[in-house]
């Protein structure tokens, strides 16, 4: 029941982080807010993931950190939808672009996450 407390407190703040940077005043098509969320998120999970082992985390905090904070800090489903509405508004380009983008730096985010985690 513990673990279930550390998800939720670390996906409240998580999600409140991903709203106050939603804030931040935006004026065009291509959803680069999402794209620097998710990108974030990455390289935190990674770092997270990397620190985990060098350290013998808790998995208290393993579970506050990945789970909870980085699910609800990051945003598969806004990207998704946002994806979508760019496809559906012919904009082909930036849809390749944005998900290329988005997979690419996410995964790249992850890896340097865990090289910095080792040093």
Do not use: W
């Amino acid at each position: 029941m513990t673990g279930f407390i550390f998800v939720g407190l670390g996906g409240a703040i998580g999600a409140m982080l991903r709203y106050a940077i939603s804030l931040v005043p935006y004026k065009h098509t291509f959803p680069l807010p999402t794209l620097i969320i998710n990108i974030i998120g990455a390289l935190l999970i990674g770092y997270i993931a990397g620190l985990a082992i060098k350290k013998d985390m808790p998995q208290s905090m393993i579970l506050f950190l990945k789970t909870g904070l980085c699910g609800g800090f990051t945003t598969f489903s806004t990207f998704s939808l946002e994806a979508y509405e760019l496809l559906k508004a012919g904009n082909y380009v930036q849809t390749v672009l944005y998900i290329f983008l988005s997979v690419i730096g996410c995964v790249i985010g992850v890896m340097s996450g865990i090289a910095i985690s080792k040093t």
